[in-house]
């Protein structure tokens, strides 16, 4: 079964620091593109991270560069993101998520579509 | 990179059709076919229910299908069933691997 599970979440103090994890299972992990999704309580899905399969480009929208970085280590198809100077904006559940990828024959399409996406872990900024 | 914009709340009856909408610029929803639509239901992760504009991945009811023409992208619910009942998202790809997403939308079946 492919599955994406997330971890690490939790009560951070504002100003500091966490580092959520996401491992993958089932597939080919080294062969998607990963990216992280937020969604604050009562609020919509917000794109916070993307990086490719290898690992060597990232990228981030405007709203979280500095501050949040995202990293794979395909050795042990895990995922991770590391988000600094926390505040109470921040408070969401923070999903995984694949990049689709569909293939036909021996052609591989790469899509800009999430198409596994993991449960979630939440992070709670209060002091 | 500001939100696509959908409408906050549509509804309908069972068996009706419903169809709503996913705004963006040509920089993105008219720029790209790479539009896709979620389905999330209360507490739960997104599910994937349209890519590519108009693509159903493996598993997803053919009742839900999608379009575009210009900068807005649709996506029609057909034959509503109460679990339909949920918010929808999309998507669009922004170049240079970037996304935005849509302010969402909630259906709700009468």
């Known amino acids: 079964e492919v599955q994406l599970l997330e971890s690490g979440g939790g009560v951070v103090q504002p100003g500091g620091s966490v580092r959520l994890s996401c491992a993958g299972s089932g597939f080919t992990f080294s062969n998607h593109a990963m990216t992280w999704v937020r969604q604050a309580p009562g609020k919509g899905l917000e794109w916070v991270s993307t990086i490719s399969p290898t690992g060597t480009t990232t990228y981030n929208p405007d709203s979280v560069k500095g501050r949040f970085t995202i990293s794979r280590d395909n050795s042990e198809n895990t995922l991770f993101l590391e988000v600094n100077s926390l505040s109470a904006e921040d408070t969401a559940v923070y999903y995984c998520?694949?990049?689709?990828?569909?293939?036909?024959?021996?052609?591989?399409?790469?899509?800009?579509?999430?198409?596994?996406w993991g449960q979630g872990t939440t992070v709670t900024v209060s002091s | 990179q500001s939100s696509l914009t959908q409408p906050a709340s549509v509804s309908g009856s069972p068996g009706q059709s419903i169809t709503f909408s996913c705004t963006g610029t040509?920089?993105?929803?008219?720029?790209?076919?790479?539009v896709s639509w979620y389905q999330q239901h209360p507490g739960k992760a997104p599910k994937l229910l349209i890519y590519?504009?108009?693509n159903r991945p493996s598993g997803v009811s053919s009742r839900f299908s999608g379009s575009k023409s210009g900068n807005t992208a649709s996506l029609t619910i057909s034959g509503l069933q109460a679990e339909d009942e949920a918010d929808y998202y999309c998507?669009?790809?922004?170049?240079?691997?970037?996304?935005?997403f849509g302010t969402g939308t909630q259906v709700t079946v009468l």
């Open positions: 590519g504009v108009t």
């Open positions: 040509s920089s993105d929803v008219g720029g790209y076919n790479y």
């Open positions: 998520a694949r990049r689709l990828v569909v293939v036909v024959g021996d052609t591989y399409y790469y899509h800009y579509a999430l198409d596994v």
């Open positions: 998507i669009s790809y922004t170049g240079y691997g970037t996304y935005v």
